[in-house]
């Protein structure tokens, strides 16, 4: 399974960007982020059909994650961005399911928030 992360780039505080990757219509997708010098972070993720999402306490209610199995994409729609947002990006793929771990990982997007 090969992933590919894209949509990154240089954004204003409080503005927008929409992550995409190419991704299995049949695996559990996740997405994360590495700071530098700080630890990935689990941002989104969502069931293989779409039926469950999760999100980090940082991000929810800001940060949507969706898919379109018949384009074999997921999405990661970010508003309200802000500085802490500043990251590499990484979409991941869980081949057993939701709450498994994640086998498969994809070079990540860079996202960075000016302020």
């Known amino acids: 399974v090969q992933l590919q992360a894209s949509g990154g780039g240089l954004v204003q505080a409080g503005g927008s960007l929409r992550l995409s990757c190419a991704a299995s219509?049949?695996?559990?997708m996740g997405w994360f982020r590495q700071a530098p010098g700080k630890e990935r972070e689990f941002v989104a993720a969502i069931s293989a059909r779409g039926g469950m999402t999760l999100y980090a306490d940082s991000v929810k209610g800001r940060f949507t994650i969706s898919r379109d199995n018949a384009k074999n994409t997921v999405y990661l729609q970010m508003n309200s961005l802000n500085s802490e947002d500043t990251a590499v990006y990484y979409c991941?793929?869980?081949?057993?399911?939701?709450?498994?771990?994640?086998?498969?990982w994809g070079q990540g997007t860079q996202v960075t928030v000016s302020s």
């Open positions: 219509s049949t695996y559990t």
């Open positions: 991941a793929a869980a081949k057993k399911g939701w709450g498994t771990e994640y086998d498969y």
